[in-house]
């Protein structure tokens, strides 16, 4: 059973090292077709979809995934209402004209924070040394899975994927996060 469970991690974690660099490949190719699209949507899904999976298989899971959904909503928002107050320098016109600097930056510094009020609640002093290097991250994580997700929703030409959260994308629009700090939450915590 311990030699099914490596062979598990290490496909898992193989998957994940060679789906992440065709996903980016396939985001930045300026040659759009309908299967470019459609194959980026399926391993967008897929990537989100096996590292959830990873997670809820783990002893912790529900505290971990609450934790990345928290990071997550939270360096959204944050980054999002920061930029839309204060926000003057564009983080890039290419992928995203309404993401600035001050947004991210505030995006970061906010989902640091509930990293470590989430690790403090959730008492996860037991794997303290590799958290407190995956917290640094995952607000990091968080910003390059809403970059992915905008220059997806610029190749198939949609604003939002869908309007079920007020004024803010929709609850597609947070899955771009979760599913770029999902991933680096994996490779970071369970791969030591």
């Known amino acids: 059973m311990i030699l099914l469970n490596q062979i598990n991690s290490n496909f898992f974690l193989m998957f994940n090292l060679l789906s992440v660099p065709l996903l980016i490949i396939l985001l930045l190719n300026s040659n759009v077709k309908k299967y470019t699209v459609s194959l980026t949507s399926f391993f967008y899904i897929t990537i989100l979809g096996?590292?959830?999976i990873f997670l809820i298989l783990q002893s912790d899971s529900i505290n971990i995934i609450l934790l990345i959904l928290i990071?997550?909503?939270t360096s959204d928002s944050f980054a999002y209402l920061i930029g839309k107050k204060i926000g003057k320098s564009n983080l890039s016109i290419r992928f995203s004209k309404n993401k600035t600097w001050e947004?991210?930056?505030g995006g970061?510094?906010?989902?640091?924070?509930?990293?470590f009020i989430c690790v403090y609640i959730f008492?996860?002093?037991k794997h303290l040394s590799i958290l407190i290097l995956t917290v640094f991250f995952l607000p990091i994580a968080c910003q390059i899975g809403d970059i992915m997700g905008s220059i997806l929703k610029r190749k198939i030409n949609i604003k939002d994927f869908s309007q079920l959260l007020f004024?803010?994308?929709?609850f597609m629009d947070r899955l771009d996060s979760i599913t770029v700090t999902a991933l680096v939450f994996n490779l970071l915590f369970f791969w030591q």
Not at 108 to 115: H, K, N, Q, R, T
């Open 71 to 73: 990071v997550s909503f």
């Open 103 to 105: 947004g991210a930056i």
């Open 167 to 170: 004024s803010h994308g929709g």
């Open 123 to 125: 008492n996860f002093e």
């Open 50 to 52: 096996s590292n959830l």
């Open 108 to 115: 970061y510094i906010f989902g640091l924070l509930s990293c």
